[in-house]
């Protein structure tokens, strides 16, 4: 008996441990599925009509901005504004350093009242005199720019070789664009006092009245151009150099954009495009901002749609007095459709391969569909269901064709 009974005990354990490894076999091949009945929200496959909107989606843009570079290369004397500022357009916003163009504005000056007054001996000593001045102005200025070269070379091959750092051969370059800049500057001095000159030599007082007066302008051109200022009116949103540092025509020194008006660039298809005049009034979604929408208007219409998304281009202007809409945020905007009648689900029930679950007797199928239009919330089914179905609207990820579901709406 005993030896029964440690037989029917080994028996029992032994059906115990394989029904539980069968069980945590059948677990694991469902994987996070919960066991039993899926649990699922339901909508009911209705007929009926759309909104007549469509919603497309772009970025906010500024309407007008602008690279502001200089006319020429110098060494700024000072910046006025920041990061921020607001500005007009004409508002002086750097200051470049040239002490040459001042006072090659002043030469012309003098001349031309010399010229004026009628006095040209004393016009023609005083020319003969800027020549010589100007002469070793030149030398003076050609050594200081072969010492700066010499030494910027110099400095370079030290930095190839490791020897001294970045920043001094920074201000080597420094010094040697400066010197260039002055060189270059002097050998300009010398070439309108040798004009001066023959001017004044050669010709008569109203014509020498005339040839200064061309030359005077000339000179305040160049000067203005050390004077940098604002293009357009708008809010300073990028600054690119600080006082002593060189500026070149090459490379913007500061970033204006006008924020009273953005635009929005979205892209439809050729079934909203006829639907859309310019001028027409549209709302404007920032989530961003805030939940109320703003008033737009369709501003441009291409006429050609784009070769690559074959999506027509619209931009819709939204005025902002506040500045409170920033270039950047992302903007959804309603335009109006054609009203569409036909057989709709939520689009939640909708997957991304144009399936969708129904409920069947309890359990799950799966059903492929064809669709049309949606306003966002719902879409039509031009293929595939039937009034009255009952879709499965959550809950998908979990199912597989034929799971029983629990539907809890």
């Known amino acids: 008996m005993k030896k029964q009974a440690i037989i029917l005990g080994v028996v029992f354990l032994v059906a115990l441990l394989v029904s539980g490894c069968g069980s945590k076999g059948e677990g694991g ?14 909508a009911v496959v209705e007929y009926g009509r759309l909104t007549g909107t469509t919603a497309v989606s772009g970025k906010l843009e500024a309407v007008a901005s602008a690279n502001v570079v200089p006319k020429m290369a110098g060494k700024a004397a000072s910046v006025t504004v920041d990061v921020g500022s607001t500005v007009r357009a004409g508002e002086l916003l750097v200051s470049l350093d040239a002490p040459e163009l001042a006072a090659a504005v002043e030469l012309a000056e003098a001349g031309l009242s010399k010229a004026k007054n009628a006095d040209l001996p004393s016009l023609q000593s005083q020319t003969e005199a800027g020549v010589v001045n100007a002469r070793a102005a030149l030398e003076s200025a050609r050594i200081n720019f072969t010492n700066a070269e010499t030494d910027y070379r110099r400095m370079k091959e030290l930095f190839n070789a490791g020897v001294i750092p970045q920043q001094q051969l920074e201000q080597a370059e420094k010094g040697f664009n400066l010197a260039k800049t002055a060189y270059e500057t002097a050998q300009n001095n010398l070439q309108t006092a040798e004009n001066n000159a023959n001017i004044v030599n050669k010709n008569t007082v109203p014509e020498t009245i005339r040839l200064f007066e061309a030359q005077l302008n000339q000179a305040r051109v160049a000067f203005a151009n050390s004077k940098i200022t604002a293009p357009i009116s708008g809010v300073v949103t990028a600054r690119n150099i600080n006082p002593g540092e060189m500026a070149s025509p090459t490379q913007p020194v500061l970033t204006i954009v006008n924020l009273d008006k953005l635009v929005v660039q979205a892209s439809v298809s050729e079934d909203q495009i006829n639907n859309l005049k310019t001028g027409q009034k549209v709302q404007v979604k920032v989530g961003a901002v805030s939940e109320e929408p703003f008033q737009g208007a369709v501003t441009n219409i291409a006429l050609a749609a784009s070769p690559v998304t074959k999506a027509y281009l619209v931009k819709i202007q939204v005025p902002n007095p506040q500045h409170v809409l920033k270039p950047g945020m992302f903007a959804e905007v309603e335009l109006p459709g054609k009203v569409r009648e036909g057989v709709f689900v939520p689009r939640q029930a909708l997957s991304k391969n144009n399936e969708v679950w129904v409920v069947s ?12 239009e949606s306003d966002g919330e719902k879409v039509i089914i031009n293929t595939g269901l039937t009034v009255g179905e009952e879709v499965i609207t959550s809950g998908q990820e979990y199912l ?6 629990d539907v809890k709406n």
């Open 400 to 405: 597989t064709d034929g799971v029983g579901v």
């Open 29 to 42: 091949s469902r994987g996070d599925q919960p066991a039993g009945d899926v649990a699922v929200a339901t």
């Open 361 to 372: 007797q309890g359990v799950a199928r799966k059903k492929e569909v064809t669709v049309g």
